[in-house]
């Protein structure tokens, strides 16, 4: 058995890793439409946006059930990286953070501080895994003679890669790093404050761990705080990410963050920043509830086969 003092450094990555993967493929469905909603509106201009529940029907009836699982290798790869890099490293920052407290509670600043460095940590490693992901599920939105019918993730990132060079494979980097921030705040750092307010409301000693009460009432605000602060981001992240050159003018739509986020602005007006918000709020508060909730369950296991304490 490995070393205790091991398997306690790495308990935070190996069980945030494994919530992260295991939420990823539960919700990869709801993912994969509010990708194609966030994308309708650049691909169509003054077409309104189909509900996701719409895209996922159309998508059954033209390619099979299995079409709402496309990229799900992507979304598997991206989160064993970045969701295990961004909810281990959080966890790190903030025990030493407490540590450095006399092991009291930080406040929600030293919370905020630790979500949004282990965020942008973990976008910077896994944003290959992240372009992957949008290319296998926006690929067949494109027109028939323009798709790339990528094959697999791997697929994906050697001809991403090989076609575009080596930098394609951080396109959108900066938009992902604020969103990643973003997420991260709204999602960890939020629930570690809703945890020890809902713990309170309840009377929840947490003496061995949150109740259950309390850990389902820190995710449904976690989950609404998540989607709410990064949603401008992921939108922003997703039109750059899928951007291609074009034919004509020999550039790409978008020139940039601030370009992007000016053209959403200026075609779709201050609404067109949550345009897909009913998809993605879909996407992530089953996602960060999943993942916290687990996320509990699964460190408790992790502890006992470690014989690790608390």
Same mark, same amino acid.
């Given at each position: 058995?490995?070393?205790?003092?091991?398997?306690?450094?790495?308990?935070?990555?190996?069980?945030?890793?494994?919530?992260?993967?295991?939420?990823?493929?539960?919700?990869?469905?709801?993912?994969?439409?509010?990708?194609?909603?966030?994308?309708?509106?650049?691909?169509?201009?003054?077409?309104?946006?189909?509900?996701?529940?719409?895209?996922?029907?159309?998508?059954?009836?033209?390619?099979?059930?299995?079409?709402?699982?496309?990229?799900?290798?992507?979304?598997?790869?991206?989160?064993?990286?970045?969701?295990?890099?961004?909810?281990?490293?959080?966890?790190?920052?903030?025990?030493?953070?407490?540590?450095?407290?006399?092991?009291?509670?930080?406040?929600?600043?030293? @919370?905020?501080?630790?979500?949004?460095?282990?965020?942008?940590?973990?976008?910077?490693?896994?944003?290959?895994?992240?372009?992957?992901?949008?290319?296998?599920?926006?690929?067949?939105?494109?027109?028939?003679?323009?798709?790339?019918?990528?094959?697999?993730?791997?697929?994906?990132?050697?001809?991403?890669?090989?076609?575009?060079?080596?930098?394609?494979?951080?396109?959108?980097?900066?938009?992902?790093?604020?969103?990643?921030?973003?997420?991260?705040?709204?999602?960890?750092?939020?629930?570690?404050?809703?945890?020890?307010?809902?713990? @309170?409301?309840?009377?929840?000693?947490?003496?061995?761990?949150?109740?259950?009460?309390?850990?389902?009432?820190?995710?449904?605000?976690?989950?609404?705080?998540?989607?709410?602060?990064?949603?401008?981001?992921?939108?922003? @992240?997703?039109?750059?990410?899928?951007?291609?050159?074009?034919?004509?003018?020999?550039?790409?739509?978008?020139?940039?963050?601030?370009?992007?986020?000016?053209?959403?602005?200026?075609?779709?007006?201050?609404?067109?920043?949550?345009?897909?918000?009913?998809?993605?709020?879909?996407?992530?508060?089953?996602?960060?509830?999943?993942?916290?909730?687990?996320?509990?369950?699964?460190?408790?296991?992790?502890?006992?086969?470690?014989?690790?304490?608390?």
């Amino acid at each position: 058995m490995p070393d205790k003092s091991i398997a306690k450094i790495a308990e935070p990555f190996a069980c945030g890793g494994s919530a992260a993967t295991f939420a990823s493929m539960v919700i990869h469905p709801m993912d994969l439409a509010k990708v194609r909603m966030q994308l309708f509106g650049q691909l169509n201009p003054g077409k309104p946006v189909p509900g996701f529940s719409t895209i996922l029907t159309s998508m059954i009836k033209h390619d099979g059930v299995t079409s709402v699982y496309k990229g799900v290798d992507a979304a598997i790869g991206r989160q064993m990286v970045y969701g295990t890099a961004r909810i281990g490293l959080h966890r790190a920052f903030s025990d030493k953070l407490k540590e450095m407290n006399d092991g009291k509670p930080i406040n929600f600043g030293m @919370k905020t501080l630790s979500g949004m460095a282990s965020g942008s940590i973990a976008v910077c490693i896994g944003t290959p895994f992240d372009i992957a992901l949008v290319r296998l599920q926006s690929d067949s939105m494109a027109p028939v003679d323009e798709r790339k019918n990528y094959k697999n993730v791997f697929d994906a990132l050697k001809r991403t890669a090989a076609e575009e060079g080596p930098g394609a494979l951080y396109k959108g980097l900066a938009p992902n790093i604020l969103r990643g921030m973003a997420m991260n705040v709204g999602m960890l750092a939020c629930y570690d404050q809703a945890k020890e307010t809902v713990g @309170k409301l309840l009377g929840d000693p947490m003496t061995n761990g949150p109740a259950l009460t309390t850990q389902i009432g820190a995710s449904c605000v976690a989950g609404f705080t998540a989607a709410l602060f990064s949603m401008p981001f992921d939108l922003i @992240k997703s039109r750059l990410m899928a951007q291609k050159v074009d034919p004509t003018t020999g550039k790409l739509p978008y020139g940039g963050v601030a370009d992007c986020a000016m053209q959403i602005f200026k075609k779709e007006g201050p609404a067109g920043f949550f345009s897909g918000f009913s998809a993605y709020y879909g996407r992530c508060a089953p996602h960060a509830m999943i993942i916290l909730l687990s996320i509990e369950s699964i460190t408790k296991g992790y502890r006992s086969v470690f014989g690790l304490s608390p």
